[in-house]
């Protein structure tokens, strides 16, 4: 059994900074990508921010050069330093990772509960 436990979401004033958090705990063997994804209302779910345990990473153009994704693999955790928030950021934002829970099992897909941001004045 995994669990990914996210935290940090919250609201922010247009401009400002937010923190999420996201540490994956149970039957872990070794995780591959980790990463955020966000959905707003009406809205498919759309990626954020996804890295490897490798360091490479990935963002769509909407975010690049705001938010920022780092992972600490001796924790399983992974985190989304987001900036310069705006309106359009309000969404709820899901951590994703792909985890494989011993050396002959195969990769899995988890995902967290969901963590809300709002970004309103």
């Known amino acids: 059994q995994v669990q990914l436990m996210e935290s940090g979401g919250g609201l922010v004033q247009p401009g400002g900074s937010l923190r999420l958090s996201c540490a994956a705990s149970?039957?872990?063997?070794?995780?591959?990508?980790m990463g955020w994804y966000r959905q707003a209302p009406g809205k498919e779910r759309e990626l954020v921010a996804v890295g490897t345990s490798g360091g490479t990473t990935n963002y769509p153009d909407s975010v690049k050069g705001r938010f920022t994704i780092s992972r600490d693999n001796a924790k399983n955790t992974v985190y989304l330093q987001m900036n310069s928030l705006k309106p359009e950021d309000t969404a709820v934002y899901y951590c994703y990772a792909e985890i494989r829970g011993g050396s002959s099992s195969g990769w899995y897909a988890y995902w967290g509960q969901g963590t809300q941001v709002t970004v309103s004045s």
């Open positions: 149970g039957s872990i063997f070794s995780i591959n990508r």
